[in-house]
């Protein structure tokens, strides 16, 4: 069983920056693949970011491409996201999401067994 805690969100005004964390239990947290997806109200849950195994292969969404940044440290079994030229339309619950067995996982919420609870973000314009 993998237990998933985002922790960093909050209120920020457009223009502002946040780095959330994602703190994951294990002793094998090397080994997961992981990602960032994100829901506002009255919408789908859509990918912001996912990273592989050894933070060698990243992907975004096109919405945060140049504004986020994915990384990782195995060491603290713990992964984040730095999310800088925040605009309103980032406004979301921002969930941490892991696979174990896939040294990637990808876009596809479907690829990801494990979930942290949410931490929310609000952008203020």
């Known amino acids: 069983q993998v237990q998933l805690v985002e922790s960093g969100g909050g209120l920020v005004q457009a223009g502002g920056s946040l780095r959330l964390s994602c703190a994951a239990s294990?002793?094998?947290?090397?080994?997961?693949?992981m990602g960032w997806f994100r829901q506002a109200p009255g919408k789908e849950r859509e990918f912001v970011a996912a990273i592989s195994w050894n933070g060698a292969r990243t992907a975004y969404a096109d919405s945060v491409k140049g504004r986020f940044t994915i990384s990782r440290d195995n060491a603290k079994n713990t992964m984040y996201l730095q999310m800088n030229s925040l605009k309103p339309e980032d406004t979301a619950a921002y969930y941490c999401?892991?696979?174990?067995?896939?040294?990637?996982?990808?876009?596809?919420?479907?690829?990801?067994?494990?979930w942290g609870q949410g931490t929310q973000v609000t952008v203020s314009s």
């Open positions: 999401a892991a696979n174990v067995g896939l040294s990637y996982s990808g876009y596809s919420d479907h690829n990801y067994a494990y």
């Open positions: 294990g002793r094998t947290f090397s080994t997961y693949a």
